[in-house]
């Protein structure tokens, strides 16, 4: 609400950060994020704008579009490099697969378009649009066996660690 006591549209466009890692086939678009609870519902500052992270920070928030192209046109570049860019590396699972990793974040996963395997330690499951996949900092990879990007939207909300 603008101080007039009137609402109004104040952000309309691309996400103000986009984060491209295409040796392993991502870009995220950073949308929203907050450090903690808000205080205030209003303000015209654009809190997606700060540089993108794989997590929010502690007690914090994070709101993003993900397009995870598929798993044949992905070079594999420097998957450690990519995960530390993204602060991911912190939370590595010892795995095969380097891009295993765990959140300390339940994480609200919704399949816009396309398809995905969410694959864990045990098993995997085939997610398509309209899907809605809530992660509690499981140990967790990607992988999309399609030939078609899967976009999705993730809402990232920070909680206690489950060792």
Not at 63 to 88: C, K, L, N
């Amino acid at each position: 609400m603008k101080a007039d006591g009137f609402s109004e549209h104040v952000m309309d466009g691309p996400a103000p950060q986009v984060l491209e890692q295409p040796g392993r086939g991502l870009v995220f678009h950073e949308m929203w994020a907050t450090d903690g609870v808000l205080t205030d519902d209003g303000g015209e500052a654009d809190p997606g704008a700060r540089p993108v992270s794989h997590h929010p920070v502690p007690g914090g928030t994070s709101v993003r579009v993900v397009v995870f192209e598929p798993d044949s046109t992905r070079s594999g570049g420097d998957v450690e490099a990519d995960m530390a860019a993204i602060h991911a590396s912190e939370r590595t699972v010892d795995h095969e697969d380097p891009t295993f990793h765990r959140n300390d974040t339940v994480d609200y996963n919704v399949i816009l378009s396309g398809q995905i395997y969410a694959v864990t330690e045990r098993d995997e499951v085939l997610l398509g649009p309209g899907d809605v996949l809530v992660q509690r900092g499981t140990a967790h990879t990607w992988s999309n066996r399609s030939d078609e990007p899967c976009i999705y939207a993730s809402v990232m909300v920070t909680a206690e660690p489950n060792e």
